[in-house]
């Protein structure tokens, strides 16, 4: 408990000194004579962009519609992305079904279906929720199927020495066995949406972080920019770190919990 203690307290030292290097860097360039605050915003302007967004609700409200589209397109992408790929991971038939399916659509950039989910879908909620669906499941897929490949074998053996069935050993075996490789799925998932979710605002949205950072380059408003641009490093940071706390307190028992 001691040794986990000053491993935690180095952590947030460090860590800690990481970002305030970052953030006095900044300070020591924005106060440079030659510094051009159109272009660079000094900490004041970027507070004051804050307080103000803050003051009249429309950060707020783009922050809503932001999280409600990556909660929505990150549980339906990693939901179909888990259940498949463990399934694929574990049996036969259904990898020989969709492995060629799913190695032939990784590749391609999630916003690259922009256009196709235009023609489709339109420019509504919808297109933008399932842009952000196809990124998280197309990275997430990756990391369950290769989770339940590398099962040890002597788990299972050790379940089929005891009576279990190949489900049986499908459901209290492998699936525990993956949950490693299957919370870093979920991790890399949630950074995706995050990602996309700027692309996916470019359609016709007229509320969120992405139209926030939109306006902000049309209006030439730096300093909406670069706070967007931190508030959507902080968000999606925390998130992380709420995952990596539930990651490690399921799994105790293993090596790979953080």
Known sequence: MKKLTEINSQ???LGALSVGSIFALYILV??????NPALLPPIPMII???TESLGNGNLLSALGASL???ALGFIFGTTCAVILGSLVG?????????DPLIEAIRPIPPLAYIPLVIIWFGIGEFSRVFVITVACFLVCIINVIAGMKNVPKVYVDAAATMGASRVQIFRTVAIP???PFLFTGLRIALAAAWTT???SELIAAQNGLGF??????RYFLTDQVVMIIIIIGFCASFMDRVFRMIQTRLMRWSEMRE
Do not use: C, H, P
């Open 11 to 13: 952590r947030l030292i």
């Open 48 to 50: 004051g962009s804050f």
């Open 197 to 199: 979710l700027v692309a």
């Open 30 to 35: 924005t106060s440079a004579k030659d510094n």
């Open 68 to 70: 409600y589209r990556i």
């Open 90 to 98: 574990w049996y036969v038939i259904a990898e020989y079904i969709f």
């Open 177 to 179: 066995a993956a949950l």
């Open 212 to 217: 926030m950072l939109q306006e902000g380059r």
